[in-house]
Structures are given as structure tokens and as C-alpha cells.
């Protein structure tokens, strides 16, 4: 038997996702027409052997229960929201659950990072962590550029037996281009070596009267357990070349809806208007067969998008209307906004470069050194009113705003 933990943070990580993260949790963020853990969850429950997966995060758990009792009645397994009391790290919340996952004595857990998107190989990495008989983790690799690759969790492998000799979580010079992609399995035993790096953190809390130090219970997994189970012949590491993408920043949605809807074509629906591919439309939304859609677009749940609208490149959230003749790209609209006729919402996209192989996507910071808003994708917040015959340029709007005006390069706080 197999068990899933999916590590969901809290509300008060993800703040470069905002205001996408004010109404709806990072996690549940749709992406493709599904909230982003979500696709973590059909690619665990895709394993026959997997029976249970976990969700750790301190989100409340209103805020979690309808979504998990959703995905329950969806796929054959048990699934449960696990909070944490305080944040704990990436490390805390496992260790503080760990005899939850230990619980019906699984012979292994897959661990994935609720912020990552993949075409996650979950077979391949079971079956090449059953095959190195000393292993207790092994972590999904992928190759990053050479300037890239700092900004990630990186590691050294032996050659032959795909070891890890050395790890560095975000290094401050190059050390290697073989990167972490946050998802891993993880034998049981794991749990002694997250005792150990435990006890030194109780100790270090103590011997230092709890100065400056965060909550005794805080670890980090990459830091305190994998730093420390390199050069061991106890973690391992497999590099993939399936697609792989983290979702730090708004823009990065944009992209990882492009991959998710080319993964899932085949769920993709079919609306009585011009289409080009890949594109999802949610059942219940209303589409003017004159519109234009495409290509990478996904429409949700009570969407009306009406005469002459052409929409590409864009993420239109639950009950949002875009009036006629509009045209919206690279841009996200918000749940119950509403986009005036002959509008335009106009983002830019901020994608990995094409013509470097292994590229990954660069989150940039909302500013840059001229304290002059970043080029990115245009976001409108949930409940806005942007008025007819109006120009939204690389413009973030927060929620329930009501425009007057056309905005280029601003934040309407």
C-alpha cells in the first residue's frame, strides 16, 4: 500500500499570488478547469496501490472541507485535510503528522508540493525508488539552466548509481543544473532522520532560551532532512524531462493552464463557438457562437461571454461577464467581474525563454529596480467593473473596484 501527502502552506505563503489568493486559496486556484491540487490528486489516484493522500496546510479547514469532501465522492480513495496549528515548514507539518501517514503502515508516500505543476511520472518514480534497496527518499529531477538552477533546490548525483552526493537548497554560486522539482517518495524510515533533525532544533530552541529562533516545531524538509541524507546512499534522485513548472506568481498560472490543457485534451469540452485548441469551457458557461476562443483558455462555472468577444492566452473565472466585441489576452478576470463592451485587456506574457533548452519560467518580481511595475500578465480582481470602450495594460486591479478609465503599467489598489 502506497499513501500521498500534499504540502498546501498557508494563507500566509503565496502572497505573490495575489490578488489572485484574497477570495480563493492558492491551492484551489483552477487551472485548466481544475483547482490546482487537484491535478495532484488524479495523478496519485491514477496508482492502484495509493489508498489514502493527505493534505497538509494551515489553511482552516471551512475553507478546505467542501473541496475535500468533493474530491472524495470524485476518486476512489480516502482523502483528508490535516491543519497545522501554527506553520511548521515544510518539514514540521509531516513530522507532526507522521503517525497519520504511518497509520495502516504503507511500505512508502509519494510527497509533492502543492505549488508545482507537472505531467507528474509517479510510476517511474515508485519504480525506481523500489529498485535501490538503501533508499529512503528519492526526489523528481529536472534540468534548469546554468543561471536558472540557483534559484531552485540543487543537487549532485553519482553517475551510476544515481545517489546524491550533495545538496543545496537556492545556492548562492552555481553548483549544478540537476534541480528538485518538490516531489519525491519517501520510505518510512524517513521518520528517524526527521527525529534527529528534531531533537537538534528542540535542543538549539532551548540552549538559546527560544531567542530568535521560530517555533521549536519549524523544519524545513530540503534544509534540515535532505541536506542531511546526501552523500548517505540514502537519497536518491531521477531526472525526468516530462513538463514541470512551479506556480509562484499570477503569470505563472497563464502558463501552466497551457500545459495542463494540452495534458488534458481529451476532458476538454466543446462549445457551439470558434474554437481554437487547447481550450476548456465549463458546462454551465453561456458562449456566443460569434465569439473567437483560443487558443490556451479555460472558462468556468457561469461564465457569459457575448457577441464578437475574442478571448486568448486567459483564465475567466466563475460568473464573470465579458460584454461584446471585448478582447482579452494574456490576462486573468476575476469571479463576478465584468468587462465592458468594446474593452480591451491586454497582458504580457511572461513565459520561460524558447530558445533556451531547459528554461524555466522566471518569477519576477512585481517591480523592478526603478520602483516601475514589471511587464506581466494584466489581473482583474474578483467583483471588477472595468466600463465600456476601455484599455487595460499590464494593469493588476484589486477586487470590487469599479474603473472610470483606461490604466497602462498600474496597480488600482
Known amino acids: 500500500m502506497l499513501k500521498a501527502v500534499i504540502l498546501i502552506g498557508g494563507p500566509q505563503k503565496g502572497t505573490r499570488f495575489r490578488p489572485l489568493s484574497l477570495d480563493t486559496p492558492k491551492p484551489l486556484f483552477p487551472i485548466a478547469g481544475l483547482?490546482?491540487?487537484?491535478?495532484?490528486?488524479?495523478?496519485?489516484?491514477?496508482?492502484?496501490?495509493?489508498?489514502?493522500?493527505?493534505?497538509?496546510?494551515?489553511?482552516?479547514?471551512?475553507?478546505?472541507?467542501?473541496?475535500?469532501?468533493?474530491?472524495?465522492?470524485?476518486?476512489?480513495?480516502?482523502?483528508?485535510?490535516?491543519?497545522?496549528?501554527?506553520?511548521?515548514?515544510?518539514?514540521?507539518?509531516?513530522?507532526?503528522?507522521?503517525?497519520?501517514?504511518?497509520?495502516?503502515?504503507?511500505?512508502?508516500?509519494?510527497?509533492?508540493?502543492?505549488?508545482?505543476?507537472?505531467?507528474?511520472?509517479?510510476?517511474?518514480?515508485?519504480?525506481?525508488?523500489?529498485?535501490?534497496?538503501?533508499?529512503?527518499?528519492?526526489?523528481?529531477?529536472?534540468?534548469a539552466t546554468r543561471q536558472q538552477s540557483v534559484h531552485y533546490g540543487c543537487m549532485v548525483r553519482e553517475p551510476n548509481t544515481k545517489a546524491v552526493t550533495h545538496y543545496v537548497e537556492k545556492p548562492s554560486s552555481y553548483i549544478s543544473t540537476l534541480i528538485n522539482c518538490g516531489v519525491y517518495v519517501c520510505s518510512l524510515q524517513v521518520f528517524h532522520t526527521m527525529a534527529d533533525a528534531f531533537q537538534r532544533k528542540q535542543d538549539g530552541f532551548y540552549n538559546g532560551n527560544g531567542q530568535g529562533s521560530a517555533h521549536p516545531g519549524y523544519m524545513s524538509w530540503?534544509?534540515?532532512?535532505?541536506?542531511?541524507?546526501?552523500?548517505?546512499?540514502?537519497?536518491?534522485?531521477?531526472?525526468?524531462?516530462?513538463?514541470?513548472s512551479q506556480v509562484k506568481t499570477a503569470g505563472s498560472a497563464i502558463y501552466a493552464n497551457r500545459h495542463y490543457l494540452e495534458l488534458h485534451r481529451d476532458r476538454l469540452s466543446h462549445a457551439p463557438c470558434n474554437i481554437l485548441p487547447d481550450v476548456f469551457v465549463h458546462p454551465t458557461a453561456v458562449v456566443d457562437s460569434t465569439a473567437v476562443i483560443g487558443p490556451n483558455v479555460s472558462i468556468g462555472a457561469g461564465v457569459t461571454v457575448k457577441a464578437g468577444v475574442r478571448i486568448k492566452e486567459s483564465i475567466i473565472l466563475n460568473n464573470a461577464t465579458i460584454h461584446e466585441h471585448t478582447l482579452i489576452m494574456y490576462s486573468v478576470v476575476g469571479q463576478e467581474a465584468s468587462v465592458g463592451e468594446w474593452s480591451r485587456v491586454e497582458g504580457t506574457p511572461s513565459d520561460p525563454d524558447p530558445n533556451k533548452p531547459f528554461a524555466k519560467m522566471d518569477n519576477t518580481p512585481l517591480f523592478n529596480n526603478d520602483g516601475r511595475l514589471n511587464p506581466s500578465i494584466s489581473i482583474l480582481g474578483a467583483g471588477v467593473v472595468v466600463p465600456a470602450e476601455t484599455i487595460l495594460l499590464n494593469s493588476i486591479v484589486l477586487p470590487h473596484k469599479h474603473l472610470t478609465r483606461s490604466f497602462k503599467h498600474e496597480i488600482i489598489l
Not at 491540487?37 to 495523478?43: E, K, L, V
Not at 491514477?46 to 472524495?72: A, H, N, R
Not at 490535516?82 to 511500505?107: C, S
Open 35 to 143: 483547482p490546482l491540487i487537484q491535478h495532484h490528486i488524479a495523478a496519485c489516484a491514477k496508482l492502484t496501490d495509493c489508498k489514502e493522500i493527505l493534505i497538509i496546510g494551515s489553511y482552516t479547514t471551512t475553507t478546505m472541507t467542501p473541496f475535500v469532501s468533493e474530491m472524495q465522492k470524485e476518486y476512489a480513495v480516502i482523502i483528508r485535510y490535516l491543519q497545522e496549528f501554527t506553520p511548521l515548514g515544510t518539514g514540521g507539518g509531516l513530522y507532526h503528522f507522521r503517525d497519520q501517514i504511518r497509520a495502516g503502515n504503507p511500505t512508502a508516500f509519494f510527497l509533492l508540493n502543492g505549488d508545482v505543476c507537472a505531467d507528474f511520472p509517479l510510476k517511474e518514480l515508485w519504480a525506481f525508488h523500489e529498485e535501490k534497496s538503501t533508499a529512503i527518499v528519492t526526489i523528481m529531477g529536472t534540468e
Open 222 to 244: 530540503e534544509q534540515d532532512v535532505l541536506a542531511l541524507l546526501a552523500g548517505t546512499n540514502k537519497l536518491y534522485a531521477i531526472q525526468v524531462t516530462n513538463w514541470w
